[in-house]
């Protein structure tokens, strides 16, 4: 199956939130720490993308998307630093792909491509935390993040247990950004 990965812009996420909705309840249900509790409903799900998106109408956030045969298989945020003082910076967020499809490279594919993205909008730190021994930790890892440090029972899990975060930074620079 071919998958196609593209930046999904403000009307087309708008258009596709029920989509969006269903990438972020699969991973939930699948276990994943991505601000959620077991249960979340779709229309929850809705609501988190939908205030995605005057970020992504004002180009404050830019959203990446994988299509599988048309169809939503995953998502990855980069939300650039708005203070003054930090120019040069942007988190990244809802790395999510579908439980279908995990394990093919596709994860690594959003990554890189929200990372590209960043240099190109002139942000060189790239920031975010992940459940601590979770699959996306690996990822980062594997993808060239360094560990900045663990923070001790930072969230509940979808199903309630507390959970260490690690927090993970990225220097992007033109000439060595992917390992
Ligand atoms: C994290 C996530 C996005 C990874 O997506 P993916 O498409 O499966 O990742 P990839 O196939 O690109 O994996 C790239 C590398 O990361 C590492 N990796 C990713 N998932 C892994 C896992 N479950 N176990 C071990 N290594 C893993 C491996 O090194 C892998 O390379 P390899 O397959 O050649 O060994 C996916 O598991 C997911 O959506 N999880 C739920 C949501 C979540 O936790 N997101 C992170 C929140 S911050």
Redesign the pocket.
Same mark, same amino acid.
């Given at each position: 199956m071919t998958i196609t990965l593209r930046p999904l812009p403000a009307p087309e996420a708008e258009a596709r939130l029920p989509e969006l909705a269903a990438i972020l309840v699969d991973?939930v249900e699948?276990g994943?720490?991505?601000n959620f509790l077991a249960g979340l409903s779709m229309e929850q799900a809705a609501g988190f993308w939908r205030g995605q998106l005057p970020g992504l109408a004002d180009g404050s956030r830019q959203l990446f998307v994988a299509e599988a045969a048309g169809r939503l298989a995953?998502t990855v945020v980069l939300t650039l630093a708005h203070q003054p003082n930090a120019p040069h910076r942007a988190e990244i967020?809802k790395? =999510?792909?579908h439980s279908a499809?995990?394990?093919?490279? *596709?994860?690594?594919?959003l990554l890189r491509m929200a990372e590209d993205a960043a240099l190109a909008a002139g942000r060189t730190l790239l920031l =975010?935390?992940?459940?601590t021994g979770?699959?996306?930790e *690996?990822?980062y890892r594997?993808c060239g993040w360094a560990e900045v440090g663990r923070v001790p029972d930072h969230s509940l899990t979808p199903d309630g247990r507390l959970a260490d975060s690690t927090i993970f930074c990225k220097r992007l620079n033109s000439l060595a950004q992917h390992p």
């Open positions: 991973a699948h994943a720490s991505v995953g967020g790395m =999510l792909v499809l995990r394990r093919q490279g *596709l994860g690594q594919r =975010l935390d992940t459940e979770s699959a996306g *690996l990822l594997r």
